[in-house]
């Protein structure tokens, strides 16, 4: 599984964008994906995950009611729309997928065996 996240930017506080992680591979159907960010001088965290079918999601707390993470089956692809944006989401994103179970959708790091090149998203205050 290849993965190539895009759709990163420069936004003002408030704003919204939206990313895309466009795979390849005929396994990435069976795999759950992450979104994971990581700002300067940070350790790299969880911001949301999606099922392999798409019918579990997970948001952290952080951007839990800004943030939804959805995937388009047929194109392969998984999306994080970032909505009312603040300074503090500044970060590269990246994203990851996990051959996993149907319905699991993992948090930590390690479960992820593939991961993308990352977008930058800076948030102007």
């Known amino acids: 599984v290849q993965l190539q996240a895009s759709g990163g930017g420069l936004v003002q506080a408030g704003g919204s964008l939206r990313l895309s992680c466009a795979a390849s591979?005929?396994?990435?159907?069976?795999?759950?994906v992450g979104w994971f960010r990581q700002a300067p001088g940070k350790e790299r965290e969880f911001v949301a995950g999606?099922?392999?079918?798409?019918?579990?999601?997970l948001h952290a707390d952080s951007v839990k009611g800004r943030f939804t993470t959805s995937r388009d089956i047929a194109e392969n692809t998984v999306f994080l729309r970032m909505n009312s944006l603040k300074a503090d989401d500044t970060a590269v994103y990246y994203c990851?997928?996990?051959?996993?179970?149907?319905?699991?959708?993992?948090?930590?790091?390690?479960?992820?065996?593939?991961w993308g090149q990352g977008t930058l998203v800076t948030v102007s205050s």
């Open positions: 999606i099922s392999s079918g798409g019918t579990v999601t």
């Open positions: 591979g005929r396994t990435f159907s069976e795999c759950a």
């Open positions: 990851a997928a996990d051959r996993t179970i149907s319905g699991y959708v993992p948090r930590e790091e390690k479960a992820f065996d593939y």
